[in-house]
Every structure is written in C-alpha cells, then in structure tokens.
C-alpha cells in the first residue's frame, strides 16, 4: 500500500478530443486519499453543444482559465510523482498525449499506466458493465458523472478497493506512447505492460 498513484480524468470541448476542458487528478498514496485538484482549462478551441451538455463546462467559464500550458507547469510534476491511473484509461491518455504533442510539451515518450476499466472487469466479472457510474453504485460511492475531480476521485476510489481486497496492480499496468498515441503493444515473449513501441500508428 505503500505505493504512489496518480488518478486521473479529463473533460473535452468537442468531438475532436485533443484538447482539454477541464483536469481532475487525485493522488492515492499509503493507501488512502490525498492531494486533490480539479481545474478548468481554457482549451483555446471550439466547444460542441454536445460535449457542453454532457460536461456542463461552457466557454463563458473557460475563458478567463488558464490554458493547458499554464496548468502543465504545476500538474506535470504531480503526473510524474507515480503510476497515471484512469478509468477507460486509453481515451484520457490520448487527449494527454494529443494535449502535449500540439502543444510542443516534452515530457517522457512512453509512461506505465493502469486502466480501472481494464482491471474491474476481470475483478468483478458479476457486474453487467464496468462504467464509472455503475462501479460507483455498486461500491456505494459518491460521483458527480463527468466531472473532471469527482470522476479522479471515484477512480481513485474504485482502485483503492481492488488495492484493499488484495488485488496486485502488475499484471495490469501497460505502457503508452506518447509520440504514436497508443498502448504500446507487448513484444513477442515479453511481459504486457514491458511493450515495445512497434504497431502504434
């Protein structure tokens, strides 16, 4: 339990998904909840009446918020400080990974993460789906549904009762691409979560 993760989840302004509306992380560290931070992003694009109806996020309250830069300066070391954890990890990765590489940001290539989607599935086979919100009801947890800090936080959360009811994270955890915008795929004879970075594009 001694173990650092960082849980995450991001809003998006349009269909495009490669910029960011809003940021939520929550750490997860000594097997409790820690720091917090849930920010809105100027995303410096347009927004779709869809994605405004299913964040709740509008440009009149991004406007005047720091864009993904800005917030880069204080988050990336956060991001860096443990295991990036999200729920349907590999859609929040490739906004992260898009978010930086439009931006000119370097950052790493590859990073190891794990998918709280990935894992609930086959830990709690007996639930008829694993989204967020069905998780949530059925551990009883509180979620306010596509909210970028209440959804980190119910990552978190949910990763906390795997974490408590002895589940070992390795056989789950996977490398992303930052540059090909994927999982990496795992190299013949080689570990999952060890992958090589053929196949990506």
Not at 12 to 17: C, D, E, G, I, V
Not at 33 to 51: H, I, K, R, T, W
Not at 141 to 163: K, P
Request: charged residues 20%.
């Amino acid at each position: 339990m001694g173990d650092r993760y960082i849980a995450f989840d991001v809003e998006t302004p349009n269909y495009a998904n490669d910029r960011i509306s809003a940021i939520g992380v929550t750490v997860i560290e000594n097997g409790e909840v820690g720091e917090q931070y849930d920010m809105l992003v100027n995303p410096e694009a347009p927004f779709s009446a869809f994605n405004v109806a299913l964040t709740g996020i509008t440009p009149a309250m991004v406007v005047d918020k720091p864009t993904f830069p800005d917030l880069w300066r204080q988050l990336g070391p956060v991001m860096d400080s443990g295991l990036l954890v999200a729920h349907n990890a590999p859609f929040d990765m490739s906004v992260l990974a898009k978010c930086l590489r439009d931006y000119g940001i370097r950052w790493h290539s590859t990073v190891p993460y794990l998918c709280t989607c990935q894992m609930s599935r086959r830990l709690l086979p007996q639930l008829p789906n694993h989204k967020l919100n069905t998780l949530c009801d059925w551990l009883e947890l509180g979620l306010d549904h596509h909210r970028a800090g209440s959804d980190s936080l119910a990552c978190g959360e949910i990763l906390l009762h795997h974490l408590h009811s002895g589940a070992a994270v390795e056989p789950f955890i996977r490398t992303y691409d930052l540059e090909g915008i994927c999982t990496a795929k795992a190299a013949p004879g080689r570990r999952k979560g060890r992958g090589s970075l053929t196949g990506c594009r």
